[in-house]
């Protein structure tokens, strides 16, 4: 099974700051990662598929690159609405979800 | 608009049965791969479970194989979770997911979710 290690598991910073977070494969995955947003009591929200490209409607303030093993979610400009937690997913057969980085207000 | 929308959690014994539902409006299912995908209180996202198309694939994470079964109406265009021997562990928010294509993609559009809870 292929394994997926998110970082940090908490991220603090401020409105306006550049963040980004990390999903480390145990395995190649090619570019068949997503990224997701969820805010608390709601459904998770698809922002980046096959690695780098922006689901409609996402602001381009988010952005991803990676391929392989090793992919980043970069996050410029913070509005207050992205403080959220966000999970990488891998789906290169079978489905793996990271541990999820919870983005706070600092 | 898609939407998916969950039905039928509620609290459930150890050892008992539970049926969850998924129907689909503003799209076809029968074009699209389905999934299940939980969330256990203050965790973080599992998959669960995925349909082919016409429902002859079947795949489960280990977590659950033997013991969870998943199955679609394309005719009713909605999703099924059949769950049985139901631990406390399995106690989760369950959301069905609609992939982006036929197989093995991202998901696209989420329910937003039906609680389970697995309790005596």
């Known amino acids: 099974d292929i394994q997926m290690t998110q970082f940090p598991s908490t991220l603090s910073a401020s409105v306006g700051d550049r963040v980004t977070i990390t999903c480390r494969s145990s395995?190649?995955?090619?570019?068949?990662l997503a990224w997701y947003q969820q805010k608390p009591g709601e459904a998770p929200k698809l922002l980046i598929y096959?690695?780098?490209n922006l689901e409609s409607g996402v602001p381009s303030r988010f952005s991803g690159s990676g391929s392989g093993t090793d992919f980043i979610l970069t996050i410029t400009s913070l509005q207050p609405g992205d403080f959220a937690t966000y999970y990488c997913?891998?789906?290169?057969?079978?489905?793996?979800f990271g541990q999820g980085t919870k983005l706070e207000i600092k | 608009d898609v939407q998916l929308l969950e039905s039928g959690g509620g609290l459930v014994q150890p050892g008992g049965s539970l049926t969850l539902s998924c129907a689909a409006s503003g799209f076809s299912i029968s074009s699209y791969a389905m999934s299940w995908v939980r969330q256990a209180p203050g965790k973080g996202l599992e998959w669960v479970s995925v349909i082919g198309t016409d429902g002859g694939s079947r795949y489960f994470a280990d977590s659950v194989k033997g013991r969870f079964t998943i199955s679609r109406d394309n005719s009713k265009n909605t999703l099924f979770l059949l769950m049985s021997s139901l631990r406390a562990e399995d106690t989760a928010v369950y959301y069905c997911a609609k992939e982006h294509g036929s197989s093995w993609c991202y998901f696209d559009s989420w329910g937003q979710g039906s609680l389970v809870t697995v309790s005596s």
């Open positions: 096959d690695a780098s």
């Open positions: 395995q190649s995955i090619g570019r068949w």
């Open positions: 997913q891998q789906y290169n057969g079978q489905y793996t």
